[in-house]
Structures are given as C-alpha cells and as structure tokens.
C-alpha cells in the first residue's frame, strides 16, 4: 500500500505543533514593540531558520520560548501545553548560544555531562549518552581536554554536544555559527544539516546570515521591527518575498523604482526612467503609484536568449569581475539604470568593457513592489 503526498501532508496537519505562539507581544518600557504580534507554528521535526536584522526582534523570540525572557502579552505552548509561567529548567529545551558558553575549568566530558548530571542520570547513561554526543560531532578522543585546548570549531561542538546529549525535542540556537570563521560555518553547516536528519529534533535556529537561513532550513521566518514577514520554504522567501524589505534583505537583487503607468490583476507596466517594464505584481500600487522592482542577477540574461525574452533592453558593460564559479557583470542601460547579472565564466568570455549587449528577464521573474520610500530603512 502506498502513500500519496496528500496522505503525508493530512497526518502532519492532526500532529498538534511542538512550538506555537498566539499574538505574543514584547515590551521593555512600555512603549517600544520588541515583538509585535507574533503568530507562529512549528512543527515536530522541523528545522525553522529566523532571519532578520540586528534589532529584529528575533533572539527576544528566542528567549521567550527559552523562558529567559517573559511576553508582555500573548501565550506560548510547547507540546500544546502553556509555559509562559513555566521556568527554563523545566521546558526541557536544549541550547546552543554563539559564545559557546562552556565551563572553561571543566573537561570536555564535564561539560557535556552537566545537563544529565543536573537531571540526576545514572552514571551508566551519561557514560553512554556522552560517548554517543561526542561520537555524533566527532570529538571522540578529546573528552579530557578543557576549552581552552580547543580550537572554536571544536568548542562549538562542545556545545552543541551538551545541546543534544539529554535527549530534548527541541533545540535552540542563537547565531551559533557567528565567532567560526567562513570555511568552518560551511562545514558545521553541513554538521547541522546531519545531525538534524539523523535525530529528527526539532531546531529553532536565529540568524542575520542570509545564505546560512537558506542552507538550512525547512522553512525561513524573516523579522523586522518586531514583526514577522513573512515565513515559508526557503524558495519561496528567495523567489517570492513578501514585501521590498524582504526581497532587499534576503539574497542580491537588482531593485528599480518607477512610476506605475498600467495595471491589471496580478501585473504591473512600470516606468524606469525612459525604460518600460513589465512585472508580476506583489503589493504594488495602481497607476501613478511608486513601485519598487525587484529582479534576481541570475535572471537576468544576455543575448541570444534576450532576443526572445520580455523586457529586453540594450546594455553597455561597465565592469566584469571573476567570482570562480561565476562571472559578475556590471551594466547600463542608457536613459535608464544600471544592473547586475551573475552568468557562468563561459558566457562572460563573449563580453568586453565597453561593449553594447542585449539583456532581458522574464516577467515572472521581476516583481513589483509598493515602494515605502527612500527614508525607509530598507538595507541593512
């Protein structure tokens, strides 16, 4: 007997969600919404990346469900039970901050150990569970060696051992990857990814990484200003924003302003400088509204596919720069603006400075926005 993806997604609807927020609010003066009606579910087993600037109001989430912080109004529950009087040792949630926060005079093993020991575990299971934690993050070996005598990749995994090593069902992790330079956040990335499909745990994880949001996660929530965006696969917050701050903040993109000059349901013409443009419309105002475009560099195409494609312009090449894998090629297109387009270094081969080249995307690849304005504080 087989089981269709429709059976799948039915099953996981009547599973009740092990995090959920109702209109949770957060306030320290009484004034300023830290957290603004925040509702939100997650779901067991699910990897929950939430991205958003510093300021966001994404680690004041963090630690409301941690229980280190209280919400001003609002409830949350775990399990489906209400915590928001619940104290931290008693939601029996795992942690891994950025710092680490090891105990630098304890051993490896110590560390590891103090969550079981703090829960009065036989000593047989902590031998057990730690041998398994630090077998699963590869530091087998190292268990008398202190903090001190490791390197941050491998502290990192310190705590994340300490993180797993009682068995929670839920996990926390507050920018844990922000102190590790680039190559070791790839490769604990990668680590991450592992150990989540193994234990099928759920995680919670904050970041103001991008790429790391994308990497991860089953599904993204973008905050801003205390208030959530938007949230859904990663493919769908980077092909699909909800809003301009969010196709601004997640990913590169190429963002126009013009003036609406024609609407229909769901499609905007819009006026770039002596330019007209056509765009799926998200938000976007009527006719003589200020729209903001947003168009991915990898849409963008160049001659011969241009010629057959909407939106085609002509472009003058102002600047080539090699990435390794990608070429990143810099245009203008004259009484109108400039763009950016990533191509592979074969195609780039048929460009020079200086040289006249046709352009275009698709319309469903530019999206039309309600432009907030140039005092809005749209990059971060």
């Given amino acids: 007997m087989t089981c269709s993806h429709d059976d799948d997604v039915t099953s996981r609807a009547r599973v009740n969600p092990i995090v959920r927020f109702e209109r949770v609010q957060k306030t320290y003066d009484g004034r300023t919404m830290v957290v603004r009606d925040l509702t939100l579910k997650v779901e067991p087993g699910e990897f929950l990346s939430v991205l958003g600037p510093s300021g966001s109001g994404k680690t004041t989430m963090l630690m409301m469900l941690a229980g280190f912080e209280s919400p001003t109004s609002g409830e949350i529950y775990l399990a489906g039970r209400p915590v928001t009087t619940v104290p931290p040792h008693q939601r029996d949630i795992g942690m891994v901050f950025q710092h680490f926060a090891l105990f630098p005079h304890l ?12 829960r009065g575990r036989r000593s047989e299971e902590i ?3 730690v041998a398994r934690a630090l077998a699963m993050v590869k530091l087998t070996g190292l268990e008398q060696r202190r903090p001190a005598e ?21 996990v926390l992790l507050d920018e844990p990857l922000g102190a590790l330079d680039r190559q070791l956040r790839d490769e604990m990335q990668y680590e ?3 150990i989540h499909a193994s234990l099928g745990v759920t995680m919670i994880y ?40 969010v196709a601004r903040f997640v990913g590169e993109n190429n963002s126009l302003v013009g003036t609406v000059v024609e ?7 819009v006026q770039v400088g002596g330019c007209f443009i056509e765009a799926v419309s998200a938000d976007a105002p009527g006719p003589g509204g200020t729209a903001m475009l947003s168009i991915r560099p990898e849409h963008v195409v160049l001659a011969p596919l241009a010629e057959t494609t909407a939106n085609a312009q002509m472009a003058q090449v102002e600047d080539i720069v090699y990435q390794g894998g990608v ?54």
């Avoid at 051993?107 to 703090?118: D, Q, S």
């Avoid at 089953?218 to 301009?244: H, I, L, S």
């Avoid at 609407?263 to 905007?268: H, I, K, L, V, Y």
């Fill in 127 to 129: 031998e057990t569970r």
């Fill in 150 to 170: 490791l390197s941050g990749g491998q502290q990192q995994r310190v705590a994340l051992a300490r993180a797993f090593v009682f068995g929670p069902s839920l």
């Fill in 107 to 118: 051993t490896v093993r110590k560390n590891v150990a103090f969550p079981l020991e703090v």
């Fill in 263 to 269: 609407a229909r349901d769901g499609w905007r013409r």
């Fill in 327 to 380: 070429c990143r090629i810099r245009l203008s297109v004259p009484n109108g603006f400039d763009l950016v387009t990533t191509v592979s270094p074969r195609v780039s081969d048929s460009c020079t400075r200086g040289a006249e080249v046709a352009v275009a995307w698709r319309v469903e690849d530019c999206r039309a926005y309600a432009w907030p304005g140039a005092d809005d504080a749209l990059s971060v």
């Fill in 192 to 194: 991450l990814k592992q």
């Fill in 206 to 245: 904050v970041t103001h990484d991008q790429s790391e949001a994308l990497t991860l996660s089953g599904r993204v929530a973008v905050f801003r200003d205390g208030q959530m965006q938007q949230v859904g696969t990663p493919r769908d917050v980077y092909e699909r924003p909800a809003n301009a701050f």
